[in-house]
Each structure stands twice: as structure tokens, then as C-alpha cells.
């Protein structure tokens, strides 16, 4: 019982570092978000991204800016580029996974839009095509990343 006492603990007690380390990031995370808001506010759509749990992560994210979140107000113009299976299976199929993202951004993203990337690595591959597609196309970027934050 002891060994996951102490599991749970070291859990408990990373999870308040981790929140505590975020801290320090708040003017940039409010910066960051202003100019989200800024964009949708002008007409830009947010599109996100993400593998695996950060794919969850993402499609939340979309799903409560067209929802309603915390109250009632109006929709906000969000699309998650993973929430497709169809339209995922069909580009990897034809030019990759590493294209799955990039694909979608070359035919959707515009400038004034934004794209919004998770990642537990910063290296997927594909989430980083995304990022320099959507980065031609003029759109504001974005990454939640984790470790070390990738390339």
C-alpha cells in the first residue's frame, strides 16, 4: 500500500510544480491569447491539432469555443483539423501522416486565422509541417508543447 501512497504523492506533488511553473508564463499565455481573440474577433477561425491525448486536448478546446464553455454566448469560429478520421486516413493514405495537418492547412487556413498545436514532445512531425504551412499561408501559430518544446 505504501508504494502507491508514495506513487500518488509524487504524482500530487509534480502536478503542483508543474502548475506552479506556469506561473511565470502568464503575461505571455495572456499576450498569446489576446491575439487569438483578436483574430476570431476579426473574422479568423482558430484550427487546432494534436496526437493521441493532445488530439483530445484539441478537439475539446474546439468544440467548447462553438459550444458554450462556462455561459451562453456567441459561437466562436473553431475547427479541429483532427476530428476527421476520414479526411485523416485519406491524406495519409495518399501522402503521408507526416502530411495529415499540413494537407488541411494548405486548403483551410488563411491569413488573419490561427493554428493552434498540441504536443507532449514539440516533434511531431506532423504538427511541425502544419506549423510552416499555416505560417505560409499567414496565419498566426501557436504550440502548447511540452518536454523541451521541440525544434
Do not use: W
Amino acid at each position: 500500500m505504501t508504494n502507491i501512497q508514495d506513487h500518488l504523492r509524487q504524482r500530487i506533488d509534480g502536478s503542483v510544480a508543474a502548475i506552479e511553473s506556469i506561473r511565470d508564463l502568464v503575461p505571455e499565455l495572456a499576450r498569446v491569447g489576446n491575439s487569438i481573440f483578436e483574430r476570431m474577433d476579426n473574422g479568423g477561425t482558430l484550427f487546432t491539432a494534436g496526437n493521441g491525448g493532445s488530439a483530445a486536448h484539441a478537439l475539446h478546446l474546439s468544440e467548447e469555443l462553438v459550444g458554450r464553455y462556462r455561459s451562453n454566448r456567441k459561437p466562436m469560429p473553431a475547427i479541429c483539423l483532427n476530428a476527421d478520421p476520414t479526411a485523416l486516413t485519406c491524406i495519409a493514405n495518399d501522402f503521408g501522416f507526416e502530411s495529415v495537418f499540413a494537407r488541411q492547412c494548405a486548403a483551410l487556413v488563411r491569413r488573419g486565422d490561427v493554428l493552434l498545436v498540441f504536443s507532449t514532445s514539440g516533434r511531431s512531425g506532423n504538427l511541425i509541417e502544419a506549423l510552416q504551412t499555416a505560417r505560409e499561408n499567414e496565419a498566426l501559430t501557436v504550440g502548447l508543447l511540452g518536454g523541451d518544446g521541440g525544434p
